[in-house]
């Protein structure tokens, strides 16, 4: 599985973005897909999570209610629609697939199979 994140930028707090992923190279019906985050100077953190088949999504408490992940079959795209974005949320952003089903528990990044290169986010003040 291919994965290349576009979409970062500049913005203000307040402000929107929408991420992109472009995802290619195997059949993703099995496949969860899903959005992490490096703030600078610390570790990667899990945002949210969508699986292929269903469309059932699942985020972490700090975007809760202010992103949205979505796919789209046709396509072979995963968005991360960011609205109401504050400073904090300033990160590397990565795409990310994995087989394993970690519902329930934390997505953890050890647990993902295929990474993209990262987008970068930055929110001002």
């Known amino acids: 599985v291919q994965l290349q994140a576009s979409g970062g930028g500049l913005v203000q707090a307040g402000g929107s973005l929408r991420l992109s992923c472009a995802v290619s190279?195997?059949?993703?019906?099995?496949?969860?897909m899903a959005w992490y985050r490096q703030p600078p100077g610390e570790e990667r953190e899990f945002v949210a999570v969508?699986?292929?088949?269903?469309?059932?999504?699942h985020y972490s408490d700090s975007v809760k209610g202010r992103f949205t992940i979505s796919r789209d079959n046709a396509k072979n795209m995963v968005y991360l629609q960011m609205d109401s974005l504050k400073p904090e949320d300033t990160a590397h952003y990565y795409c990310?697939?994995?087989?394993?089903?970690?519902?329930?528990?934390?997505?953890?990044?050890?647990?993902?199979?295929?990474w993209g290169k990262g987008t970068l986010v930055t929110v001002s003040s």
């Open positions: 990310a697939a994995t087989i394993a089903d970690y519902s329930g528990r934390y997505w953890e990044a050890d647990g993902m199979d295929y």
């Open positions: 190279g195997r059949t993703l019906s099995s496949y969860y």
């Open positions: 969508i699986k292929w088949s269903s469309g059932v999504p």
